[in-house]
């Protein structure tokens, strides 16, 4: 250790808070040099600044030694603070961190075990799935979405019965990932999965829904989709009608209606999906879009038309 680090170290370790301070912006040349060991307590340290400070050096050091320490600090009462920590976290991707990760998500904090979950994500370790698993029943809402996410990146066909699981979730966001979760595996079952977040009472969750089937073609699709063009939100029956345009569902009389929307979004989605469908006998429906008082629905009205084409 050179005599720059050794009094960078002592300085660290100093009782006046300004030292301290000063010592920590110093260490940018001597990363090579310091030990963990003197980072450590200062992630401890009662000063904020010095927190914050040892956050940066500790990612920056990259020994995982400092992860008990930053999963806890995620939580710190200072926010500027918590998200330093929360975003150190994610930089130990290497997979000697997964342990100490995995052993996190049991801190007695949520706001540590999100962060937690949200530094597993790129990882991915599978010895840590049960753990991630066991987070889908935690008690904070929170936790619970972070965990649906994290499974989800995983893409793994075993996370399938514990993501369908949260499409029962008793929080409508956890819901509602969960719903865009379960539409990455083309499993059989899937839109009969789905067909239950159709019917979701929380709207959002019935959007999320009406989106994810866009990706399963077929005549369940289309029935389930076709019914919820009627929707009380325009939100979802918008969905609905860009699903079934996206597998060319041969219900143009269906969307038809969602032409005299009050919505110009919906109008937009009708003229869409009526193109990529590209059933000629709604040219006039079309045509007349072509003279809506919004642009966005005269310019998809004249591009469903160009789609359609010589079948005019």
Known sequence: ?????????????????????????????YFDEIPVAAILPLLRDDDTAVRRLAI?????LGDTEALPALISLASDPTAEVALAAASALREFRTRDAAPYLTAGLVHAEAASRVAVLVALRELRPAAALPAIGEALRDPDSG??????????????????????????????DVRRIAVGAVAFFPADTTVQDLRGALADSDWQVRRESAVALGRFPGNGTIWLLTGALN??????????????????????????????????????????????????????????????????????????????????
């Open 1 to 29: 250790m050179s005599i720059e680090t050794s009094s960078i170290v002592e300085r660290l370790g100093h009782p006046d808070v300004a030292v301290r301070r000063v010592a920590l912006t110093e260490l940018d040349e």
């Open 56 to 60: 940066a050096a500790a990612e920056e």
């Open 143 to 172: 936790v619970r979405r972070e965990a649906v996410i994290t499974l989800a990146h995983y893409r793994d066909a075993a996370t399938l019965p514990q993501l369908r699981a949260a499409l029962k979730d008793a929080d409508s």
């Open 231 to 312: 929707d009380e939100y325009w939100q979802v029956a918008r969905e609905a009608a860009l699903s079934l345009g996206k597998i060319r569902a041969p219900v143009a009389d269906r969307i038809v209606p969602l032409a005299r929307h009050p919505v110009a979004d919906v109008r937009i989605a009708a003229a869409t999906a009526l193109g990529a469908i590209g059933d000629d006998r709604c040219s006039d429906v079309l045509k007349a879009l072509t003279a809506d008082v919004d642009t966005g629905v005269r310019k998809a009205a004249a591009r469903a038309l160009e789609q359609i084409g010589p079948a005019i």
